[in-house]
Nanobody, 117 residues
Framework: QVQLVESGGGLVQPGGSLRLSCAAS????????MGWYRQAPGNQRELVAG???????NYADSVKGRFTISRDNAKNTVYLQMNSLKPSDTAVYYC???????????WGQGTQVTVSS
């Protein structure tokens, strides 16, 4: 029984910062990648940031230089530090974990991030 619990979303003014966290618990196959996706109404779901088990990191062009993904392997937790937030960052953010078994993929419940003055 695998659970992913997200926290850290909320309302912030443009230029502000938020830190999202996602903690995984339960038995699962070995993790191959952890990441964050987001989806706003009328938009496609997009990969925001990801980190592989080997430490390879990638970011969407729209967040590069502003967001930082990190992990704590001992706690099975992944973080997303979001700085210099823009209204266009407003979306529901979802944590995602991939494992060595392609059919065993897990999603967090989603957390709302709203950037508005």
């Amino acid at each position: 029984q695998v659970q992913l619990v997200e926290s850290g979303g909320g309302l912030v003014q443009p230029g502000g910062s938020l830190r999202l966290s996602c903690a995984a618990s339960g038995s699962m196959f070995s993790i191959t990648a952890m990441g964050w996706y987001r989806q706003a109404p009328g938009n496609q779901r997009e990969l925001v940031a990801g980190i592989t088990s080997g430490g390879i990191i990638n970011y969407a062009d729209s967040v590069k230089g502003r967001f930082t993904i990190s992990r704590d392997n001992a706690k099975n937790t992944v973080y997303l530090q979001m700085n210099s937030l823009k209204p266009s960052d407003t979306a529901v953010y979802y944590c995602n974990i991939k494992t060595i078994r392609i059919w065993y993929e897990y999603w967090g419940q989603g957390t709302q991030v709203t950037v508005s003055s």
